[in-house]
């Protein structure tokens, strides 16, 4: 099992700044992939950012150029910069941690934390 926790969401100004940190317990053994995912009222959830254990990253619609997704020293945890935020950016924001071996796989899913930008 795996526990994540995710920090520094909040209220902030269109244009302004806000950085999120996801950090995980238990065994990542398994896990290759973290990222985060964001989700608004009455919308499906959708990938911001994320990034393999090899350090590849990919991100969603809409946020190149603005956010950027980081690993921590140790495998496990990972940061989200966002800068130049948009009243659109508003969402739920949960972290993801997922991976497989040859028999199972596995995805994980913290609380989330709330963003909100406003116009």
């Known amino acids: 099992q795996v526990q994540l926790m995710e920090f520094g969401g909040g209220l902030v100004e269109a244009g302004g700044s806000l950085r999120l940190s996801c950090t995980s317990s238990?065994?990542?053994?398994?896990?290759?992939?973290m990222g985060w995912y964001r989700q608004a009222p009455g919308k499906q959830r959708d990938l911001v950012a994320g990034?393999?254990?090899?350090?590849?990253?990919n991100y969603g619609n809409g946020v190149e150029g603005r956010f950027t997704i980081s690993g921590g020293n140790e495998w496990g945890t990972v940061h989200l910069q966002m800068n130049g935020l948009k009243p659109e950016d508003t969402a739920v924001y949960y972290c993801?941690?997922?991976?497989?071996?040859?028999?199972?796989?596995?995805?994980?899913w913290g609380q989330g934390t709330q963003v909100t930008v406003s116009s």
């Open positions: 990034i393999t254990r090899s350090g590849t990253i």
């Open positions: 238990g065994s990542l053994f398994n896990i290759n992939y």
């Open positions: 993801n941690a997922a991976g497989q071996d040859w028999r199972n796989e596995y995805d994980y």
